[in-house]
C-alpha cells in the first residue's frame, strides 16, 4: 500500500508566497516522476509542474518564474514552493508519484500513478 500525504496550503492574498509538500510513504522501491496538478471549480485537473527522479523539472506557462519544485529522493517527497500568487492559482492542488513498487518485477511507463488527497490554495484579497 502506498499512500501520498500533502500538507501546506491554505489562504493568501495576491502577491503572496506559499508552500506545498507531499510525502509517499509504504512498500515502495523508487520513485520516478513526482509532480503537481490542479484543479479549479468548474476547470479539468491542469499540470503544474513535474520534477524527474535525477531533478529535471518542467514547468506550465502560466506558473513560469514564480513556482518552484524540488524533491528530496531520500524522504520520498515533493515541495512546491509558490511565490508571488495570483487569484488564477486557486484551486486544489494534488501531487503525483510514479512509484515503483517494492518487489516488483515490472511497472509500467515510469511507475504506477498515486495521488494525493488535494490541498485547497486560495488567493484572493
Known amino acids: 500500500q502506498v499512500q501520498l500525504v500533502e500538507s501546506g496550503g491554505g489562504f493568501v492574498q495576491p502577491g503572496g508566497s506559499l508552500g506545498l509538500s507531499c510525502a509517499a510513504s509504504?512498500?515502495?522501491?523508487?520513485?520516478?516522476?513526482m509532480g503537481w496538478y490542479r484543479q479549479a471549480p468548474g476547470k479539468e485537473r491542469e499540470l503544474v509542474a513535474t520534477?524527474?527522479?535525477?531533478?529535471?523539472?518542467n514547468y506550465a506557462d502560466s506558473v513560469k518564474g514564480r513556482f518552484t519544485i524540488s524533491r528530496d529522493n531520500a524522504k520520498n517527497t515533493v515541495y512546491l514552493q509558490m511565490n508571488s500568487l495570483i487569484v488564477e492559482d486557486t484551486a486544489v492542488y494534488y501531487c503525483?508519484?510514479?512509484?515503483?513498487?517494492?518487489?516488483?518485477?515490472?511497472?509500467?511507463?515510469?511507475?504506477?500513478?498515486?495521488w494525493g488527497q488535494g490541498t485547497q490554495v486560495t488567493v484572493s484579497s
Open positions: 509504504g512498500s515502495i522501491s523508487s520513485i520516478g516522476a
Open positions: 503525483n508519484a510514479k512509484v515503483r513498487p517494492a518487489g516488483s518485477v515490472w511497472y509500467p511507463g515510469d511507475g504506477y500513478d498515486y
Open positions: 520534477i524527474r527522479s535525477g531533478g529535471g523539472a
